[in-house]
């Protein structure tokens, strides 16, 4: 061996020593440096945290002992301030149930005598009461003789006329007033409370006027009564709050008393007898102070300090309290710091146990791959071998996934784009028809979203076996894109043949699949286009197709049809109504028409229908049922129905009534605009800014505004009637729950569906639910008006059936403002108008 050899040898084991040994070195040194650096910053955080550990506890208590408190405290506010309310309420439904009571009373006696029908009254009423045995029905007649009053009976009788109360109100006389000119109302005075020592309390009742006999009717409460209940339920929830461990909760007046505490042996605690002084002190210092934290002696352990946040209630004088436990805080502080060190000791330890087996192994493996290396480039050539076959496979894979479906495996959209087009220029003339379908999967939406995407794939998967089973060979089936697939069918001779073969594919779809441990009995809505009928270029017959299948769909689904002129001008309607409908709204084409209301008793000129019309330039006369489904659907129903209500109000307040006397306006409203969260604010302050009484305006829906949120409903309208709208339930009778409907909001008029008034003449069953309403609407104190009465025997029907007001064709058909109000009275007997 020369010396020239001998060096390259040298050269070569230093350069094998290098590869071999260096990256070890270099990874067990990095290790270290890394290890090192990730114990300082254990230390680091670890101190970082402790230092700020009790802070963030101490600001935490506090902030939930504040949040406790000021819930608390509002809660109470609250209770305050609708104690009237409640008790307003209160009164208010048991006069009106009293006075229907009365009503029923006197409507199933009318032999009865003034003198006999007291005497069943007092029978009737006699064990009524109601807010544990407080509150009471009296009955008083017009010129303050006692009729009756179950608490004082020796009064029965007796005139009151001249009775005053503490503050020298003329009780009988002022409610009397009420009665005669409001009809009903509320009114405050003072009474004696029964075992007070004749010790006038402030009283709150509400009175309705009973005309046969000149009597009022009323019930009423102590309100200090409703207060102390409320109080007694507010301290009896207070005592049963728990804030947790070490933690109280507590109520002082400003006696000192303890009302309400955590631990039970404190209340009734009055805390200037407490014997520690350096406690006394501190609590009597608690109650001068408000919306502050206090440190305090523990109150069951002197030698513990508690933290209290403290409020003042300004409505009872209560100082409301929540504390916990110093002591106990120090200690959580302190297992909060040994828990963090002994944290950080066990990541400390697994770290150094994990850089210590990462070293050994990377150690082993970079010796072991450098003794490896010269084998490896001898496999290079194979392994580049087998990378170039692996790249022509998956090119083949991303050119499968690029033309099929990855989930059905069908061909997919963008390859049903590259065969058409391949398809279409193939075709020799115009007699080769190409069918394309257009399928949609019927409620699959709701299927997927209850059962899960699982579900909804698997589905989709037997669905697609069962397209490519009843399809024949010559045809093609894509997946178009959820569950949508397009089925093709070429070389076909006629359009009756397309139809055809449309529609015995479509009836050999329908089955039922099996999905897991579920069964779908799925039907499948189809449209179809004929090329070169319906469209030369795929786009066309897509489009085709497509208005088909939407048109299947909105006739109720699993139906198949084929492209017609007639269908897509029906949809293309649609489409241009609400394209139009906003511009119309701005360019006011939609205007007002009103229908007349008579009274059936006196032929009077009861109230006028808005009925909205739409005569567009472009359309022609569009129906109300028209643009008003199309405004559902597409969501400009609000802008169109608030539009209404101002054109409505706008014309109405122009309008010259004779003899100053306002006819009622009817509005209908829609069930969207009505769950609006503020409806009732808005048709409030619209009504003002027009200067429109609101017992002027009767605003009517369908029962369909309760099917969503009755309760939400229900109190949208007890607040508008509490302004003084009249409110109607419009069709009643046509739906599924109308008389739930009518016990649940508080509506002045039943509007009877045309329906049954245009079956007069021909179904005996029209006659039974017609008299069936008019009896509802009489024992619920409801006013009836019959709808499409167009002849002289339905007029008559529905006078002899009892309906209080009438409207239809008979008397006008909708017409403008003025011309609606000018028949002011009609004679019913003639049919012959009285006055203009």
């Keep these: 061996m020369n010396l020239l050899t001998f060096n390259r040898k040298m050269k070569e084991n230093k350069l094998v020593y290098l590869i071999r040994y260096i990256p070890t070195i270099t990874v067990v040194l990095f290790s270290i440096i890394v290890f090192s650096l990730s114990v300082n910053d254990s230390?680091?955080?670890?101190?970082?945290?402790?230092?700020?550990?009790?802070?963030?506890?101490?600001?935490?208590?506090?902030?939930?002992?504040?949040?406790?408190?000021?819930?608390?405290?509002?809660?109470?506010?609250?209770?305050?301030?609708?104690?009237?309310?409640?008790?307003?309420?209160?009164?208010?439904?048991?006069?009106?149930?009293?006075?229907?009571?009365?009503?029923?009373?006197?409507?199933?006696?009318?032999?009865?005598?003034?003198?006999?029908?007291?005497?069943?009254?007092?029978?009737?009423?006699?064990?009524?009461?109601?807010n544990d045995g407080r509150g009471y029905p009296f009955i008083y007649h017009h010129d303050g003789t006692v009729i009756f009053h179950p608490i004082f009976p020796s009064s029965q009788g007796a005139s009151r006329w001249d009775y005053k109360d503490a503050k020298g109100h003329f009780i009988a006389q002022e409610l009397t007033k009420k009665a005669i000119e409001e009809k009903e109302g509320f009114h405050k005075w003072w009474f004696i409370k029964p075992n007070t020592f004749a010790k006038q309390y402030e009283k709150i009742g509400y009175i309705v006027n009973f005309s046969p006999y000149n009597w009022y009717i009323g019930t009423s409460d102590f309100i200090t009564d409703v207060q102390s209940d409320i109080q007694n339920n507010v301290l009896e929830w207070l005592s049963q709050l728990q804030l947790g461990q070490q933690s109280n909760?507590?109520?002082?007046?400003?006696?000192?008393?303890?009302?309400?505490?955590?631990?039970?042996?404190?209340?009734?605690?009055?805390?200037?007898?407490?014997?520690?002084?350096?406690?006394?002190?501190?609590?009597?210092?608690l109650l001068e102070q408000s919306d502050v934290y206090v440190r305090h002696l523990a109150a069951d352990n002197h030698s513990l300090e508690n933290l209290s946040?403290?409020?003042?209630?300004?409505?009872?004088?209560?100082?409301?309290?929540?504390?916990?436990?110093?002591?106990?805080?120090?200690?959580?502080?302190?297992?909060?710091?040994?828990?963090?060190?002994?944290?950080?000791?066990?990541?400390?330890?697994?770290?150094a146990l994990m850089y210590s087996i990462v070293v050994l192994l990377v150690g082993l493996l970079s010796y072991y791959v450098s003794t490896l290396v010269s084998r490896r480039f001898e496999s290079y050539q194979a392994e580049i071998q087998s990378d170039f076959e692996k790249l022509n496979t998956a090119n083949s894979t991303l050119n499968h996934f690029a033309n099929h479906d990855q989930l059905t495996g069908l061909f997919n959209r963008h390859f049903f784009e590259v065969y058409m087009e391949k398809e279409l220029a193939k075709t020799q003339s115009d007699d080769d028809k190409f069918l394309v379908c257009f399928i949609d999967v019927d409620n699959f939406k709701n299927i997927n979203d209850y059962y899960g995407h699982s579900v909804g794939d698997e589905l989709l998967i037997q669905i697609s076996q069962t397209l490519k089973k009843v399809c024949p060979n010559f045809s093609e089936v894509f997946r178009f894109?959820?569950?949508?697939?397009?089925?093709?069918?070429?070389?076909?001779?006629?359009?009756?043949?397309?139809?055809?073969?449309?529609?015995?594919?479509?009836?050999?779809?329908?089955?039922?699949?099996?999905?897991?441990?579920?069964?779908?009995?799925?039907?499948?809505?189809?449209?179809?286009?004929?090329?070169?009928?319906?469209?030369?270029?795929?786009?066309?017959?897509?489009?085709?197709?497509?208005?088909?299948?939407?048109?299947?769909?909105?006739?109720?689904?699993?139906?198949?049809?084929?492209?017609?002129?007639?269908?897509?001008?029906?949809?293309?309607?649609?489409?241009?109504?609400?394209?139009?409908?906003?511009?119309?709204?701005?360019?006011?084409?939609?205007?007002?028409?009103?229908?007349p209301q008579y009274c059936l008793q006196s032929g009077r000129l009861w109230g006028i229908e808005a009925l909205a019309r739409w005569k567009s330039p472009t359309l022609g006369n569009v129906?109300?049922?028209?643009?008003?489904?199309?405004?559902?659907?597409?969501?400009?129903?609000?802008?169109?129905?608030?539009y209404l209500i101002e054109l409505a109000y706008q014309q109405y307040s122009e309008l010259d009534f004779p003899d100053n006397a306002p006819i009622l306006l009817a509005l209908n409203l829609s069930p969207v605009q009505i769950g609006d969260t503020n409806f009732a604010e808005n048709i409030i302050k619209i009504t003002e800014r027009y200067g429109i009484n609101p017992s002027h305006i009767c605003l009517e829906a369908t029962e369909g505004i309760m099917l969503k949120n009755p309760e939400e409903v229900a109190k949208v309208a007890y607040q508008l009637r509490s302004k003084g709208f009249h409110l109607a339930l419009d069709d009643f009778g046509t739906g599924y729950s109308s008389l739930k409907y009518l016990s649940l909001l508080p509506i002045h008029e039943i509007k009877i569906d045309r329906s049954f008034i245009w079956q007069l003449s021909e179904s005996n069953t029209a006659h039974e639910l017609l008299k069936s309403i008019v009896a509802i609407g009489r024992s619920t104190g409801t006013r009836t008006v019959a709808e499409g009465v167009e002849t002289i025997e339905q007029l008559e029907y529905v006078k002899q059936y009892g309906c209080d007001i009438v409207q239809g064709y008979l008397f006008s058909k909708p017409v403008p403002l003025e011309e609606a109000v000018q028949i002011r009275q009609y004679d019913l007997e003639k049919m012959e108008s009285i006055s203009n």
């Design 481 to 595: 894109g959820g569950d949508e697939f397009i089925v093709t069918f070429p070389d076909l001779n006629s359009l009756k043949q397309a139809e055809s073969v449309m529609k015995l594919f479509h009836d050999e779809l329908a089955t039922k699949y099996q999905c897991f441990e579920h069964e779908f009995d799925i039907s499948f809505s189809l449209g179809a286009a004929v090329y070169p009928d319906h469209g030369r270029t795929v786009d066309e017959l897509l489009a085709s197709s497509d208005i088909m299948l939407h048109f299947v769909k909105s006739e109720g689904k699993a139906n198949c049809a084929i492209f017609s002129s007639k269908t897509s001008a029906k949809n293309q309607r649609k489409f241009l109504i609400e394209d139009n409908l906003l511009a119309a709204i701005e360019k006011k084409e939609i205007y007002l028409d009103y229908q």
């Design 43 to 130: 230390y680091r955080r670890t101190n970082q945290e402790i230092t700020h550990i009790e802070s963030d506890i101490v600001e935490e208590k506090k902030a939930y002992l504040k949040s406790q408190v000021s819930y608390v405290n509002k809660q109470l506010n609250y209770l305050e301030e609708t104690t009237i309310t409640t008790l307003r309420d209160s009164i208010k439904t048991h006069t009106l149930r009293i006075h229907s009571i009365l009503n029923q009373l006197h409507t199933d006696n009318p032999q009865l005598s003034e003198q006999e029908f007291t005497t069943l009254v007092h029978s009737s009423l006699k064990n009524y009461r109601f």
């Design 309 to 351: 946040y403290v409020v003042k209630n300004s409505t009872w004088g209560w100082t409301i309290g929540a504390s916990f436990s110093v002591t106990a805080l120090e200690r959580l502080v302190a297992k909060k710091n040994a828990e963090l060190i002994e944290k950080r000791n066990d990541e400390l330890n697994r770290l």
């Design 623 to 642: 129906y109300p049922d028209e643009f008003i489904s199309v405004a559902e659907v597409s969501g400009h129903i609000r802008a169109l129905s608030w």
């Design 249 to 285: 909760f507590y109520v002082i007046d400003t006696k000192g008393d303890v009302l309400a505490h955590t631990t039970p042996s404190f209340i009734g605690t009055n805390i200037h007898n407490i014997k520690n002084i350096h406690f006394r002190t501190q609590a009597v210092t």
